[in-house]
């Protein structure tokens, strides 16, 4: 998907957002957004993709998040809702940052809410995260990978279980 602002549409397919800078507002993904950078173009050109989401609904069913950032990917989502039937709702890997704020995340009790994987962060602002469903393990709302629990950062989240 190129550059582009998109307002008050309907995605049915997963969407990929691999290069330059755009702005969904008051979209529906049925089936996720893949945010991807390109390690290669960053270096060379500095280039870095960017996606920012205003007031959009993601879902997901299977083995895929709701969304995803990587490779040195930034998105921003504030008043956005993410919930995945089956999956990890959000997962930000390979060196990219998320910014939430006003999100709401609903996830499966077999999984977290959000994986922050290989270098990556997060910053979550007024966000809830609810776990739904039964499962005799327990699983922490976010996990991170070994390496990156202190550059992530939470400021009155929620944490629930429907």
């Not at 998109?6 to 049925?30: A, D, M, P, R, W």
């Not at 390690?39 to 870095?48: A, E, Q, S, T």
């Not at 950032?69 to 998320?98: N, Y």
């Not at 962060?121 to 007024?126: H, P, Y």
Request: glycine share 8%; aromatic share 14%.
């Amino acid at each position: 998907m190129r550059s582009k602002n998109y307002e008050n549409q309907i995605f049915t397919e997963k969407v990929e957002v691999l290069e330059g800078s755009s702005t969904f507002e008051n979209c529906f993904f049925e089936k996720g957004v893949y945010i991807k950078g390109d390690n290669k173009r960053h270096f060379l050109v500095g280039g870095v993709v960017r996606a920012n989401f205003l007031s959009c609904i993601f879902r997901s069913k299977g083995d895929e998040p709701c969304v995803a950032l990587w490779t040195r990917a930034q998105g921003e989502f504030v008043g956005c809702k993410m919930s995945s039937e089956d999956f990890v709702p959000v997962r930000i890997d390979s060196g990219s940052h998320g910014v939430f704020r006003d999100c709401s995340i609903d996830y499966p009790a077999k999984r977290c809410g959000v994986a922050i994987m290989v270098a990556a962060s997060g910053d979550f602002e007024n966000c809830r995260f609810c776990r739904f469903g039964e499962d005799p393990v327990k699983v922490d709302p976010v996990y991170f990978d070994a390496h990156d629990k202190e550059k992530t950062r939470f400021e009155n989240c929620f944490f629930c279980k429907k």
